[in-house]
């Protein structure tokens, strides 16, 4: 009986380390696109862009590609500039911006990377702002 849980328990580790795995995003970051990757986005930014794998995006770029972005305070905004490919990676260039710098920001962007209305992959990215006297 005890050698059954052992094997039980197991088996259903491994199913979950492996389903774990399965569901994992590959790697984003966010880049100057000169091949220097950053751990998030900088408001007052419009040299930084987001590097997304063309295989999540169907390997192509989309002519209508648009990004839409939740989990920011409000008056704070990530905009999509262009788009451009480096190797096996888009590059959403982006300018980070907010309607006052009097608080910090420092929160988990959800970015839904959309063709249409089709969402083709979603990224999460922190946003950093420091707070100063406007």
Do not use: C
């Amino acid at each position: 009986m005890k050698k059954m849980l052992l094997t039980v328990a197991a088996a259903l580790s491994l199913a979950a380390t492996a389903t774990a795995f399965a569901a994992s995003p590959a790697n984003v970051y966010a880049t100057d696109g000169d091949g220097n990757q950053f751990d998030g986005l900088y408001t007052e930014s419009s040299w930084m862009a987001i590097e997304v794998p063309l295989a999540d995006l169907g390997d192509r770029v989309p002519s209508d590609l648009s990004i839409a972005v939740s989990g920011l305070p409000a008056g704070t905004y990530v905009t999509l500039d262009s788009v451009s490919t480096q190797g096996s990676y888009a590059l959403l260039h982006v300018s980070v911006t907010r309607d006052s710098t009097a608080s910090n920001v420092n929160s988990l962007a959800q970015i839904a990377v959309n063709s249409g209305s089709t969402t083709l992959t979603t990224v999460q990215l922190p946003v950093y702002g420091a707070a100063y006297g406007e």
